[in-house]
């Protein structure tokens, strides 16, 4: 099955303490991305990342980074969570076609919840 | 929510019926996507649009960047239709997908 994968489903955890979300996709795409989607259902991109570049949003705080190990893997660390950080949090990849932005694919999320 | 604005936030159909949903944009949209979050949270593909027009099934969805908005309607309403309805439009071929609100579609039985 080639599709995109995220653990865990959810995660409970305090302030201050340091989550790390993993994603991996199977196909074969060369673009990975971190989106968050907060209590009002509103999605906006957190980073974007091939083996070129890493773009990261402006407004991310920097608590939050990317972890990468090859393209077919995009973690998200958060070093100290806050109670604003409970979300869920999407990756997505996308296949690499230069100007053009290509379709993105979508994994079935991390809700994570910050007590 | 500024840059895609989506409309109606909330609809409510019957069973057959059919219904339009709308995205406008105050962006520079080269491509958009339209996807359905059904209740597990996961987002489903449905269209990925270059200006023009696309058919699946009882969707069908038209992008104009012109006129700088897209449509997705919804032919024969069934109750797996139910979710919300994004749309999302790149922000200058940067690779940003930017998102409206949604709609939140239920289907009446």
């Known amino acids: 099955e080639t599709a995109v994968f995220q653990t865990p489903n959810y995660h409970v955890t305090q302030v201050g303490n340091e989550v790390s979300f993993n994603c991996k996709q199977t196909?074969?795409?060369?673009?990975m991305y971190w989106y968050k989607q907060d209590s009002k259902k509103l999605l906006k991109i957190m980073f974007s990342y091939n083996n070129k570049q890493l773009i990261v949003n402006e407004t991310v705080p920097r608590r939050f980074s990317p972890q990468s190990s090859d393209k077919a893997h995009l973690n998200l660390r958060i070093k100290s969570v806050e109670p604003e950080d409970s979300a869920v949090y999407l990756c997505?990849?996308?296949?690499?076609?230069?100007?053009?932005?290509?379709?993105?694919?979508f994994g079935p999320g991390t809700r994570l919840t910050v007590l | 929510g500024d840059k895609v604005k989506q409309s109606p936030s909330a609809l409510s159909l019957q069973e057959g019926t059919n219904s339009a949903l709308r995205c406008n944009f105050s962006?520079?949209?080269?491509?958009v996507q339209w996807f359905l979050q059904n209740p597990r949270g996961s987002l489903i593909n449905l269209f990925y649009l270059v200006p023009g027009t696309k058919e699946n099934g009882r969707l069908k969805s038209a992008f104009d960047s012109k006129e700088s908005y897209s449509t997705l309607h919804i032919r024969d309403a069934q109750l797996e239709d139910s979710g919300t309805y994004f749309c999302?439009?790149?922000?200058?071929?940067?690779?940003?997908?930017?998102f409206g609100l949604g709609t939140t579609l239920q289907v009446q039985p």
């Open positions: 997505a990849s996308s296949r690499d076609r230069g100007r053009r932005n290509a379709e993105q694919f």
């Open positions: 962006i520079a949209a080269t491509t």
């Open positions: 999302a439009a790149d922000e200058g071929n940067t690779g940003k997908l930017i």
């Open positions: 196909l074969g795409h060369d673009t």
